[in-house]
């Protein structure tokens, strides 16, 4: 795509106007980011900064712990979180004056949201690693590798719980990474 004033990019080379040691910079962020350690730690960093802006969205809405020992009143459970006043939690917060209502608030929103951004950060890092690795010892870039990458990944996050909810957390992550894999691989129309 050519701009009116500026030069045809058809038949410049890609280190056009740059002088050797700017392009060997370039070269060596091209492999950094290239590299195993590289891609974990940019997912990791990336999933840390989703995961906060996701828990800061989320802070907003809870779930009581009464609705996960009844499934059928989840749904009478979730209320916003610091703008009702019937619950035994709203009803002490409205007691208490507006600063440090707004400081109660701000503190739990940045402890949920540093909580979520932590466990995006780490399932990024992990997946986007074993991905990386499988890769480089398969020497194949297909689909088996983001499943056999999302089923380490399951199992290594719940395999604190033991080995049923190890197996249940690999064939999950494994068919999660399966269903995005294969859609980001459909041809474009």
């Known amino acids: 795509m050519s701009f009116p004033g500026m030069p045809s990019p058809i038949n410049r080379s890609p280190n056009a106007g740059t002088n050797d040691q700017e392009a060997a910079m370039v ?70 004056p507006m600063r440090q209502q707004l400081r109660q608030g701000f503190k739990d929103m940045g402890q949920r949201s540093f909580s979520s951004a932590k466990n995006f950060g780490l399932v990024g890092a992990i997946f986007a690693g074993t991905e990386c690795c499988i890769e480089g010892y398969r020497a194949k870039n297909d689909m088996k590798n983001g499943i056999a990458s999302g089923c380490i990944t399951g199992g290594i996050l719940a395999a604190k719980a033991g080995p049923q909810a190890t197996m249940i957390g690999c064939a999950g992550f494994a068919a999660f990474s399966a ?8 041809p474009s129309d």
């Open 27 to 96: 070269k060596g962020i091209q492999a950094f980011t290239e590299s195993c350690p590289g891609k974990t730690m940019i997912s990791g960093v990336m999933g840390f900064a989703l995961g906060g802006a996701f828990g800061l969205f989320m802070a907003s809405v809870y779930t009581h712990l009464q609705s996960l020992l009844s499934p059928l009143s989840i749904l009478n459970s979730i209320q916003m979180s610091y703008d009702t006043p019937m619950s035994a939690q709203g009803q002490t917060l409205t007691q208490l």
């Open 179 to 186: 269903a995005i894999d294969s859609y980001m691989r459909m």
